[in-house]
């Protein structure tokens, strides 16, 4: 089982419609959750922390149930722009340091 | 200034050549991280520096050589790679690499695509 999973996608939705990415992670001394973008052959790039009182950007919600081990993003009113991978991020600290255990990514096209 | 850059933003090289790519950071950030990354995969970690120190290899092969001169400073130097090396090279850095929340938010450069011949 992978340490984190994704909805595999790829998700193509009109512009104007809600979007809701779904994660899972499997160890549970996971200690911080973020999601990331990466646009095509672009560096990934932070776009919310996830906490566990939720955290709303926007037209972008996140959430984290920690006693299921979920992770979820909505966009709201989709763009055109919005149209990237999504990457779920969870870390873990060991003592020598922290890792980001990364999902296989979301694809997500709006269209027109 | 939340950047993070990498040079050469494209590198070429043979099997037998040997060359390095660079990262550097001014955020103040103590912890600095190599990632690979191949096409239509997420990224791989491949080293962790916190304090300058290497604290994480994820078993590496020894023709990936990594260096931190300096807290703003990262190198990883190439010699005798293999054609399956090409890929994005994608270096990171935050704040801290062991405490957690923000602590762990970590910010990409540009990265660096490797083609090995």
């Known amino acids: 089982r992978k340490e984190v999973e994704q909805d595999p996608g790829p998700f193509n939705v009109p512009e104007g419609a809600t979007v809701a990415f779904n994660c899972t992670y499997s160890n549970s001394a996971s200690q911080s959750f973020f999601w990331y973008r990466q646009d095509c052959r672009k560096e990934p790039k932070l776009l919310m922390s996830?906490?566990?009182s939720g955290n709303e950007d926007g037209r972008f919600t996140a959430q984290l149930n920690r006693a299921s081990q979920y992770i979820s993003l909505l966009i709201r009113d989709s763009k055109l722009s919005d149209s990237a991978t999504y990457l779920c991020?969870?870390?873990?600290?060991?003592?020598?340091?922290?890792?980001?255990?990364f999902g296989q990514g979301t694809e997500l096209s709006v269209k027109p | 200034d939340t950047e993070v850059t990498q040079t050469p933003k494209h590198l070429v090289m043979g099997m037998t050549n040997k060359k390095s790519l660079k990262c550097e950071q001014h955020?103040?950030?103590?912890?600095m991280y190599w990632y690979k990354q191949k096409a239509k995969k997420p990224p791989e970690l491949m080293f962790v520096?916190?304090?300058?120190?290497?604290?994480i290899n994820e078993s590496v092969p020894s023709r990936f050589s990594p260096e931190c001169p300096n807290s703003s400073l990262l190198n990883l130097h190439l010699h005798a790679l293999q054609p399956e090396d090409s890929a994005l090279y994608l270096c990171a850095s935050s704040q801290d690499a062991v405490a957690g929340g923000s602590y762990n938010e970590q910010f990409f450069g540009p990265g660096t695509r490797l083609t090995v011949l």
């Open positions: 991020v969870v870390t873990v600290i060991y003592n020598q340091g922290g890792k980001l255990i």
């Open positions: 996830v906490y566990s």
């Open positions: 520096y916190s304090y300058e120190k290497l604290s």
């Open positions: 955020m103040g950030h103590r912890a």
